[in-house]
């Protein structure tokens, strides 16, 4: 089921909030999780259950503090028969929460996947003075589309995303490639979407061509911008002395961990007693080398950390943002994951029924590693 949505008034975000008002009203849905604006004018995250308080909701929001992915990993680590959530997220945000799903954190029977076009998004520190007092700014972000590649005031994630359209949904609603004065494409991709597309009034056809142009446009141009920042960052940091310097900056606070919708692991190894050493150790470990820099391991703490998140890594650059001494995360996890998938011919979020790289065994895979 698929086809365009009259938009009433010129507003496209109304027009997604009645959708939001009916499926909430019918008890299609218990509850949606979008986002928000808070009291303050914040971007934020909220999940409605009262279809009265809707007005609040803002679906086309072009902000993004947090990967909602981390959001749904709490809310949705066990099912429950009794609600049934609908997930108005973006493409990034979809592609972890696929990631979630395949490594069991999680549980998929409570939720739908409704996904909405993403141009790319502003750091959510600092949007209230961008945005001002224009009730109207998140519409101009749909409608105002010529300048979306080139907008670098988007965040760096978003700088360097190929997939402005989720690739794994129940429900997907489009702006891009289209006149959201007027109309918003929508395509039900199973039976969960075509459920609340029930008694929608829609224009059936197929995907418009100016769509699919507008979308194959942006991400072709993302992909060049990418394959250029890459280039320059390994001028920056290849070879073991320019790698240690790029991460000279890290405080060890590990932001870029604890915000990453994808790195699920309930302990981490770097907040274990490993690393606790009382005075003495410290002092025998510093007359070994003579100094050691403190606090220690931050190097150590990257590599492993990109070692173990480089298959399921989303690229959504959600840990740059969180960086205090703004190390180049985003790019640098770009290069890292996507040669990474690229290996095993893998792209994260792509699809359910994908298996995850590292548990799959292909015995004829890297021949040239090791003996043949």
């Given at each position: 089921?698929?086809?365009?949505?009259?938009?009433?008034?010129?507003?496209p975000?109304?027009t997604?909030r009645?959708l939001?008002t009916?499926?909430?009203?019918?008890?299609r849905?218990?509850?949606?999780?979008?986002?928000?604006y808070?009291?303050?004018?914040?971007?934020?995250?909220?999940?409605?259950?009262?279809?009265?308080k809707?007005?609040?909701a803002a679906p086309?929001l072009?902000?993004?503090?947090v990967n909602?992915?981390?959001?749904?990993?709490?809310?949705?680590?066990e099912?429950?028969p009794n609600?049934?959530v609908?997930?108005?997220?973006r493409?990034?945000?979809?592609?972890a929460?696929?990631?979630?799903?395949?490594?069991?954190q999680?549980?998929?029977?409570?939720?739908?996947?409704?996904?909405?076009?993403c141009?790319?998004?502003?750091?959510?520190a600092?949007?209230?003075?961008?945005?001002?007092?224009?009730a109207?700014?998140?519409n101009?972000?749909?409608?105002?589309?010529?300048g979306?590649?080139g907008?670098v005031n988007?965040?760096?994630g978003?700088?360097m995303c190929?997939?402005p359209?989720p690739?794994?949904f129940?429900?997907?609603?489009?702006f891009?490639g289209?006149?959201?004065?007027?109309?918003?494409w929508?395509?039900?991709?199973?039976?969960?979407g075509?459920?609340?597309?029930?008694?929608?009034?829609?224009?059936?056809?197929d995907?418009?061509?100016?769509?699919?142009?507008?979308?194959?446009?942006?991400?072709?141009?993302?992909?060049?911008?990418?394959?250029?920042?890459?280039?320059?960052?390994?001028?920056?940091?290849?070879g073991?002395?320019?790698?240690?310097?790029?991460?000279?900056?890290?405080?060890?606070?590990?932001n870029?961990?604890?915000?990453?919708?994808?790195?699920?692991?309930?302990?981490?190894?770097?907040?274990?007693?490993t690393?606790?050493?009382?005075?003495?150790?410290?002092?025998?470990?510093?007359?070994?080398k003579?100094?050691?820099?403190m606090?220690s391991e931050?190097l150590?703490?990257?590599?492993?950390?990109?070692?173990?998140?480089m298959?399921s890594?989303v690229?959504?650059?959600?840990?740059?943002?969180?960086c205090?001494v703004?190390?180049?995360?985003a790019?640098?996890?770009?290069k890292?994951?996507?040669n990474?998938q690229?290996?095993f011919?893998y792209?994260?979020?792509?699809n359910?029924?994908?298996p995850?790289?590292?548990?799959?065994?292909?015995?004829?895979?890297?021949?040239?590693?090791g003996?043949e």
């Amino acid at each position: 089921m698929k086809g365009t949505l009259k938009v009433e008034g010129k507003n496209p975000e109304a027009t997604i909030r009645g959708l939001f008002t009916k499926w909430l009203k019918e008890s299609r849905l218990s509850a949606i999780l979008t986002p928000a604006y808070s009291d303050a004018g914040t971007a934020t995250v909220a999940l409605f259950s009262n279809p009265e308080k809707l007005d609040e909701a803002a679906p086309l929001l072009p902000a993004m503090g947090v990967n909602s992915a981390s959001i749904v990993a709490e809310i949705a680590r066990e099912s429950s028969p009794n609600a049934k959530v609908g997930l108005f997220l973006r493409p990034c945000e979809l592609r972890a929460v696929v990631e979630l799903m395949k490594l069991k954190q999680v549980l998929p029977d409570s939720l739908v996947l409704i996904g909405v076009d993403c141009p790319g998004t502003y750091k959510s520190a600092g949007f209230r003075t961008i945005r001002g007092k224009d009730a109207d700014f998140d519409n101009k972000h749909a409608r105002e589309q010529s300048g979306y590649a080139g907008n670098v005031n988007f965040r760096m994630g978003c700088q360097m995303c190929e997939f402005p359209k989720p690739l794994v949904f129940d429900l997907n609603v489009g702006f891009i490639g289209m006149d959201p004065d007027k109309e918003l494409w929508v395509e039900a991709a199973t039976d969960k979407g075509k459920a609340l597309l029930e008694g929608v009034e829609l224009a059936e056809q197929d995907e418009p061509e100016k769509r699919k142009k507008a979308l194959e446009g942006l991400s072709a141009s993302r992909k060049a911008k990418t394959a250029k920042r890459i280039e320059d960052l390994d001028k920056l940091m290849l070879g073991p002395e320019k790698l240690v310097e790029y991460f000279a900056d890290c405080l060890n606070c590990h932001n870029c961990m604890k915000v990453c919708p994808v790195c699920y692991c309930r302990e981490c190894f770097f907040d274990s007693d490993t690393f606790q050493r009382d005075i003495g150790e410290h002092v025998r470990v510093s007359l070994r080398k003579g100094a050691t820099r403190m606090p220690s391991e931050t190097l150590l703490f990257h590599l492993t950390r990109m070692n173990h998140m480089m298959a399921s890594c989303v690229q959504c650059g959600i840990c740059e943002d969180s960086c205090p001494v703004t190390i180049g995360l985003a790019t640098l996890f770009k290069k890292v994951s996507q040669n990474a998938q690229k290996e095993f011919d893998y792209v994260s979020g792509r699809n359910l029924d994908e298996p995850l790289p590292l548990t799959t065994f292909r015995e004829a895979e890297f021949p040239k590693v090791g003996e043949e």
